[in-house]
């Protein structure tokens, strides 16, 4: 079922969201070359903490992962698509690209956002995958209005991507949020126009783009992270928004 938030949980999201999206900031700020991810993760925890708010990430468990995650932040190195664990064995390179997913609980409520990075300069083969990533989110956003449904969203991703030369990952999804870490509904990175379900005012939504170079296929890791099959760097981009009557509003910015 898909819930409908309130005008004041809508405003205690809106709170939450922005204080997360400057927690990522932060944390993608702190990125130089040999920085080791655990190091990333304690930012997080210690910055979502010092905001009265509380990891969502760290301990969780949803119906598709075989184990808890163990930490407050995904940091996805390179292939790894999501749930990248961090690590102090686990060190980023010049060269490299990152994305730094997270998530919090903040008067009881629950936002999600993440964001692809470079680690000092790299390619312009994954400057061009972390520039079409971010604008199918951003395209996806504009079209997710009351009315729309979620056709529209993962055909606007799914076009964008591909007028690049990209794949959308099929088989990692956005999804609801609010109420709890992962809601309905499924948000597919591909899709058809006009088809699925009709949003409405007061749905809040985890739209997230994932996308790489030659293939969707995936394989999942001992350790519960989802890598490219292909061994390509894969970028991912993520905000929690709100429907409205007329438009929506990004609530993690």
Same mark, same amino acid.
């Given at each position: 079922m898909i819930t409908i938030k309130t005008e004041k949980e809508i405003k205690i999201l809106k709170q939450g969201g922005h204080i997360l999206a400057k927690i990522l900031k932060t944390v993608a700020n702190s990125i130089y070359p %040999?920085? #080791?991810?655990?190091?990333?993760d304690k930012m997080a925890f210690d910055l979502i903490k010092q905001a009265g708010g509380k990891p969502s990430f760290l301990h969780y468990k949803a119906d598709f992962m #075989? &184990?808890? @995650?163990?930490?407050? $932040?995904? +940091? #996805?190195?390179?292939?790894?698509i999501v749930h990248g664990i961090p690590s102090n064995k686990t060190f980023l390179n010049q060269g490299d690209i990152v994305s730094l997913d997270i998530g919090m609980v903040y008067k009881g409520l629950y936002t999600d956002t993440a964001i692809t990075v470079p680690v000092g300069d790299i390619? $312009?083969? @994954?400057k061009k995958l972390i520039k079409?990533?971010?604008? #199918? *989110?951003y395209k996806a956003i504009l079209v997710a209005k009351a009315g729309n449904t979620l056709g529209d969203i993962g055909y606007t991703i799914q076009s964008t991507l591909m007028k690049y030369g990209l794949l959308p990952i099929k088989n990692l999804v956005g999804h609801g949020v609010g109420y709890q870490a992962h809601e309905d509904p499924e948000i597919f990175n591909f899709g058809m126009p006009h088809s699925g379900v009709v $949003?409405?005012? %007061?749905? +809040? *939504?985890?739209?997230e783009p994932m996308a790489t170079y030659g293939t969707d296929d995936i394989i999942e890791n001992p350790d519960g992270s989802f890598a490219t099959a292909n061994g390509e760097y894969a970028a991912h981009f993520e905000h929690t928004i709100v429907?409205? &009557?007329? %438009?929506?509003?990004?609530?993690?910015k």
């Open positions: %040999g920085i #080791s991810t655990d190091i990333l #075989s &184990k808890e @995650y163990p930490a407050s $932040l995904c +940091v #996805s190195k390179n292939n790894i390619c $312009l083969k @994954y079409a990533t971010k604008e #199918s *989110l $949003l409405k005012a %007061g749905y +809040v *939504l985890a739209i429907i409205l &009557k007329a %438009g929506n509003i990004i609530i993690t």
